[in-house]
C-alpha cells in the first residue's frame, strides 16, 4: 500500500503551459504540503493544508495553485510555466507532532 | 530562517562514525532528521521535541539542545546503506506545521 502517492512521476513541458499534478494520501493524515526541491537539493515548503484549509502559503507565484478536495488529496496546478519551476515537486502528509512522509516526487523539467 | 547543517559533506569507511550537526538562530519547538537517497523522496528518521530528549533506533541516533538551539544526528558503525543527504528540519512553534529543511549534509560511506 502506497502511503503517500502523487502523479505523474515525470513532467516535460514547454514554456507558458499550464500542469497538475495530483496527491494522495492513505495515512488518515490531518496535514498536507507542497515542497519544491532544487538542483542543489534544498528543500522548501510552499504549501501546508490542515483538514482542506490553507495554512501555510510561503512566498510563492500566485502561477501556483494548491487545492484540497478533501483531507486526503491536495492538488497542485501550475499556470504559465517558466523556466525557473523546473524543480522536483513533493507532496507530503503529517499527522501531528509526527514525522513528514513524502510521496515520490514530480520531477518537472520545463523546456 | 533556514537551520544550518554541518559538515556539508562526510566520506567514511564501512564501520566508521558520524556526526551530523544542525544550529538554528530562534528557538525551536522540535527537529526532524530525515535521509535522502538519489532519485527519491526524503525519509523521515525521527523526530525530538523540546526537553533534551535523545532518541534512536538501531546505529542512528540524535541529541536535541533546546537552549544551545541545536541538535545532533549520530551514525554509528556505519553501513553502505547510510550513504545520502541527510536534512535536518526545524519547527518553531507547537506544531505549526512549518517545517524548515537545512542545506543538507551529503554521507558516502565507503566499502
Known amino acids: 500500500d502506497t502511503a503517500v502517492s502523487q502523479t505523474p512521476k515525470y513532467l516535460v513541458t514547454q514554456m507558458g503551459n499550464d500542469k497538475s499534478i495530483k496527491c494522495e494520501q492513505n495515512?488518515?493524515?490531518?496535514?498536507m504540503y507542497w515542497y519544491k526541491q532544487d538542483s542543489k537539493k534544498f528543500l522548501k515548503i510552499m504549501f501546508s493544508y490542515n483538514n482542506k484549509e490553507l495554512i501555510i502559503n510561503e512566498t510563492v507565484p500566485n502561477r501556483f495553485s494548491p487545492k484540497s478536495p478533501d483531507k486526503a488529496h491536495l492538488n497542485l496546478h501550475i499556470n504559465s510555466l517558466e523556466l525557473g519551476d523546473s524543480a522536483v515537486y513533493f507532496c507530503?502528509?503529517?499527522?501531528?507532532?509526527?514525522?513528514?512522509?513524502f510521496g515520490p516526487g514530480t520531477r518537472l523539467l520545463v523546456l | 530562517q533556514q537551520p544550518v547543517q554541518s559538515p556539508q559533506a562526510v566520506i567514511l569507511r564501512e564501520g566508521e562514525d558520524a556526526v551530523i550537526n544542525c544550529s538554528s538562530s530562534k528557538a525551536l519547538y522540535s527537529v526532524h532528521w530525515y535521509r535522502q537517497k538519489h532519485g527519491e523522496a526524503p525519509i523521515f528518521l525521527m523526530i525530538?521535541?523540546?526537553?533534551?530528549e535523545q532518541k534512536g533506533h538501531d546505529k542512528i541516533s540524535a541529541s536535541f539542545n533546546e537552549k544551545k538551539q541545536q541538535s545532533s544526528l549520530y551514525l554509528t558503525a556505519s553501513q553502505l546503506s547510510y550513504s545520502g543527504t541527510y536534512f535536518c528540519g526545524t519547527d518553531k512553534g507547537a506544531n505549526t506545521g512549518k517545517l524548515i529543511f537545512g542545506q543538507g549534509t551529503t554521507l558516502q560511506v565507503k566499502p
Open positions: 495515512l488518515g493524515h490531518d496535514t
Open positions: 507530503a502528509s503529517r499527522q501531528e507532532f509526527g514525522g513528514i512522509y
Open positions: 525530538l521535541l523540546k526537553g533534551g
